[in-house]
């Protein structure tokens, strides 16, 4: 069985849908309009930025391997590979566009054939850590909207292909019922707040819901931190090798100097020794000093 042909138009530069001159909705704004409102909130422009570009390099590889059966030297177009032979997927299309032809367009990542008339859906995901509860509302209607453009057609299995660096992984979820979809859609539809039934209640040991959307914020800008901070310390590494090369104490340039210390001996204070030698005279000088509270980040 062939796949429907939608008549929606794309348009990949605005990231719009258009059927017969109207605009539809896209399902990402949906998502997160109605069940994840606080995901991407506080954010920085750069940020975002850097992980679409990561994401759009991914899903472009990936592409090659699929459509031209072109091998990529990065590594997670070898890892997609390497999943797709492990699991069998049997490779129908990307960026596959669905849509109800009324209100709703999007184009899923990845179709994969069962049989004559069995599908799987997946969706290729770059995030630092994966998000499998908006996966699993993603994938539900894509499910629904394929499904409703291809009679006959039954989607079979979701999942998330989990690509970032030596990250390679296969996660499937479980499909949401088409009846919750359906009311999630009529609810943006009419202006109204859907009630999201699979909100599990948190502990008071987890993070508010406001911040626990934020996870994935605090994940990239931390990752990028440390990123930045490495990349620091390579340059001015190779700064200093060529100032001693070049034997020379500093450097300036338009916005930008550096000034190479020499060589010396810092003298520390050795307490252990001290409270040996003298015991309790280091506590009888220790003074109370205010310290303002704070919170330590960890990632996991």
Request: glycine residues 6%.
């Amino acid at each position: 069985m062939q796949l429907t042909k939608s008549r929606v138009i794309f348009d990949p530069e605005a990231h719009t849908y258009t059927l017969d001159g109207v605009q539809l909705r896209g399902i990402t704004g949906m998502i997160e309009s109605q069940l994840f409102p606080d995901k991407y909130s506080g954010i920085p422009d750069y940020v975002m930025k850097k992980a679409a570009d990561r994401g759009h390099f991914v899903h472009e590889v990936c592409e090659l391997v699929d459509d031209l059966g072109v091998s990529h030297e990065s590594e997670e177009a070898k890892n997609y590979q390497n999943l797709k032979e492990i699991y069998g997927l049997n490779y129908e299309v990307s960026e596959y566009l669905v849509s109800d032809n009324e209100h709703f367009a999007s184009c899923i990542d990845k179709v994969y054939r069962e049989n004559e008339t069995d599908f799987s859906l997946a969706d290729i995901k770059t995030t630092y850590r994966l998000d499998k509860e908006y996966v699993r509302w993603q994938l539900s209607i894509y499910a629904y909207l394929f499904e409703m453009q291809n009679p006959g057609c039954r989607v079979v299995r979701l999942f998330a292909i989990w690509l970032r660096g030596n990250i390679s992984e296969l996660v499937e979820v479980e499909r949401i019922p088409d009846a919750v979809v359906a009311s999630l859609m009529a609810a943006e539809v009419g202006g109204i707040q859907f009630v999201n039934p699979y909100v599990v209640p948190s502990s008071k040991e987890d993070l508010p819901d406001k911040y626990r959307e934020m996870e994935d914020s605090i994940i990239e800008i931390t990752e990028q931190a440390k990123y930045w901070a490495e990349r620091k310390k390579e340059l001015t590494d190779g700064v200093m090798k060529e100032m001693v090369k070049a034997g020379v104490y500093s450097w300036k340039g338009e916005s930008i100097s550096f000034i190479r210390k020499k060589d010396s001996i810092r003298k520390t204070f050795d307490r252990e020794s001290f409270e040996k030698d003298y015991p309790g005279v280091y506590e009888r000088y220790l003074v109370d000093t205010p310290v303002s509270g704070s919170i330590t980040l960890k990632v996991s």
